[in-house]
Structure formats: C-alpha cells, structure tokens
C-alpha cells in the first residue's frame, strides 16, 4: 500500500492567549498543497520504519508512535514495514512529520482491518501532536484550541503558489518562537473569523493572510527578514510565513515567478517550490 502525505501552509495563524494546561490557544486556517511525502506501508512481523533521511528512521519518527499507539488503542500488536519517502522540506513549518504520522495512521487502519471512522483516529492522532487530526481529512480547515479541534471548511480551488524554504532551520524553532510572544501579540480570533466567513462565501483568501509569529520570526532565523525582502522583489503577491516557519509562501502565484526566483535564488541560501492547493490528504495511490 502506498499513500500520499501532503505538506500544508497556514492561511491564518492566531494566538489567543495562554492554556491552563501550558498550551497555547490557537486559531488557525490550515491548507494541504500537493507537496507530498510517500509511504509505502506492507504487512510485516514486526513494527519497521524506515526513512530515506537515516536520521528520521525507526523509533525517532512520529510514525513509529503513531503505529504503536494506534495498535495499543485496539489490543494488538504493531506489525507493519513502513518506508517514509521524503519530499516535505524538514522543520520549515509545513507539517511534514504531522501528515506522515496521520497517513501512517490511515493506511495501517486498513492493513490491520481495524476500519476505524476517522473520529476514533482522530483521537489517537490528538496524543500524537496539534497538527496530526488536521491532516486526517486535510483540504480547507479551521483548526482551534492547540490545534486539535478540526472544522472542515468551504475547499479552496486549486490555486498555485510558490513556496520557499531556506536551506537552514533550527533546532526546537517552535518553543523559540513561541517564547517570544508576549501578551501584547494574542488576538481574540478575529483575522481568522474574516477568512472563515469569505472562504464561505466562495472569496479568494488574498490579502486575509494573518500570522502572527510574522511578529517575531523576521528576528529570530538569520537570513529570513532578506530572504523576504528578495522575494518581494519576484511576486505580486506578500511573501507570508507558514506555521512557526520559516518557509515562505506567495498565494497566489505564476510559472514566471516561480522561475524567477528558482533561478534566482543560491541552493545553498533557499529553495523554490510551485505548488498547488488539494482538497484532500492522505491519499492512498
């Protein structure tokens, strides 16, 4: 069995303010772009995941989690082969290891015959990370309180967009970013409510894109505030962050941007992507 897991940007990104349980609470419009990961996923005697990156193999991918707690959900015992194809950037803000676990999750719940409905995966993919329910419908999606909390929205068409990561990201980004917000950035939701209510009335999303570690980000990864900056000079449209970054994405955009900045941008300073909007994730191929 082999499935697609895609990547995703965040439309809006919303911090309201701090969780009792530590947390913070957010609201945020999530988008899969077919930007993939490839699994391949095949009975086996025991629980392997293998990765073309040595470094996301075995017991340090999200995967392996997400197999074992889906197996201890039901009683059994976690028998599968699973080689992880890597096509999603790593640590850039696009939910990589988040699909891969919810693609794992959709595809062992067929292996093992266990046909779960996609609420009760839901649950096992909530112990696993914020991001990681989202990706076991993707499409268009409103998600709240730390992420878990996943309304289907009105599907974007399929809208191109160019999608730059830089060649460097850095270790425990999310906690860095997070750590420098104060009080003064939450939000009572409002950036995100505006997207919600045109994506319903079937409006484009430009110019309600929101993120508000955009506060913050341009500070923290070197290099970022300049990528920015050149990218401005090649789209139309405002280069945005997507999750706690730092991959950048113009909404929308054209094969001539897309060339532009490919060509113009050094490998070792960044790489340019032209992607699209998908209505769906994961995908079993």
Known sequence: MEVLA??????TLEVL????DGYHEVRTVLQTIDL????????????QVECDDPALAGEANLVWRAATSLAASQGIRPQA?????????????LGGGSSDAAAA??????????DLPTPELALVAA???????????????????????????SALPSLPLLLVCPSETMPGKTAQLYSRLTPSHY???GATARLVQALERGEPPEGLLHNVFEAVAFRVFPGLEALRQRLQGIAAAAPRLSGAGPA?????????????AARGLPPEVARAYLVHTVAASPVVV
């Open 36 to 47: 993939a990961d490839h699994l391949e996923v095949q009975p086996a005697a025991s629980l």
């Open 17 to 20: 303010g701090r969780r009792p």
């Open 187 to 189: 939000t009572g939701g």
């Open 127 to 153: 112990g696993l990370g914020s991001d990681v329910p989202f990706f076991l419908q993707g499409g268009t999606a409103l998600a709240q309180g730390r992420g878990e909390l996943v309304s289907p929205l």
């Open 248 to 260: 950048l994405f113009c909404l929308p955009a054209t094969q001539e941007e897309y060339l532009r």
């Open 81 to 93: 082969r699973i080689r992880i194809h890597k096509a999603i950037p790593v640590g850039m803000g």
């Open 6 to 11: 895609f990547a995703k940007i965040n439309l």
């Open 105 to 114: 999750l959709a595809a062992l719940n067929r292996l093992w015959k266990l």
